[in-house]
T-cell receptor, first 115, second 115 residues
Framework: AQSVTQLGSHVSVSEGALVLLRCNYSSSVPPYLFWYVQYPNQGLQLLLKYTSAATLVKGINGFEAEFKKSETSFHLTKPSAHMSDAAEYFCAVSPYGDAGNMLTFGGGTRLMVKP | DTGVSQDPRHKITKRGQNVTFRCDPISEHNRLYWYRQTLGQGPEFLTYFQNEAQLEKSRLLSDRFSAERPKGSFSTLEIQRTEQGDSAMYLC?????????????FGPGTRLTVL
């Protein structure tokens, strides 16, 4: 069974500071990995995904994530936080191969950006 | 806008009543997923359809829950004899099927409150 752990349910950074949101997964084989963002009262929007190609994945809004198999991690980073980045972020995994692609989500990390 | 739509956006009901939610996926997508998200948690997979066939159901989907996708287009999720523990955001997502990983596009969700 797959699982996802997001360390830190709340992260607070100052505007312009580095954003680092942590995600570790548990899976028998490297799965597909995703980061989604959720703004208040909205659905989820895909930021980026890892599909076994490049280990450093670039996404929208300046976010990127690096897949590290040895650490079973897929941490999300952004060099400089913007006020508009304040939202809930979810890491998710999906089984490798075409197995319905059901997503298993972590508990989420709420990012707060201070002016 | 041709994204995933859900109706209603909000539903307040009394314990014991039945409720039904609707999801309209992106028109060319033949996979449709339902997830449930409780406050402060990540979404949890409930069930998914490929065309009109329901291919997977989570153990979270008790016998009070039923989902249909009769013509392979829109889907409904019905909850019978609602309980306070059913209060959550119900998210629908769709994706094209295929051998490669495809992004799931999420709707805005239906927030259910059971009094």
């Amino acid at each position: 069974a797959q699982s996802v752990t997001q360390l830190g349910s709340h992260v607070s950074v100052s505007e312009g500071a580095l954003v680092l949101l942590r995600c570790n997964y548990s899976s028998s084989v490297p799965p597909y990995l995703f980061w989604y963002v959720q703004y208040p009262n909205q659905g989820l929007q895909l930021l980026l995904k890892y599909t076994s190609a490049a280990t450093l994945v670039k996404g929208i809004n300046g976010f990127e994530a690096e897949f590290k198999k040895s650490e079973t991690s897929f941490h999300l980073t952004k060099p400089s936080a913007h006020m508009s980045d304040a939202a809930e972020y979810f890491c998710a995994v999906s089984p490798y191969g075409d197995a319905g692609n059901m997503l298993t989500f972590g508990g989420g990390t709420r990012l707060m950006v201070k002016p | 806008d041709t994204g995933v739509s859900q109706d209603p956006r909000h539903k307040i009901t009394k314990r014991g009543q039945n409720v039904t939610f609707r999801c309209d996926p992106i028109s060319e997508h033949n996979r449709l997923y339902w997830y449930r998200q409780t406050l402060g948690q990540g979404p949890e997979f409930l069930t998914y359809f490929q065309n009109e066939a329901q291919l997977e159901k989570s153990r979270l989907l008790s016998d009070r829950f039923s989902a249909e996708r009769p013509k392979g287009s829109f889907s409904t999720l019905e909850i019978q004899r609602t309980e306070q523990g059913d209060s959550a955001m119900y998210l629908c997502a769709s994706s094209p099927a295929g051998r490669t990983l495809n992004e799931q596009f999420f709707g805005p969700g239906t927030r259910l409150t059971v009094l």
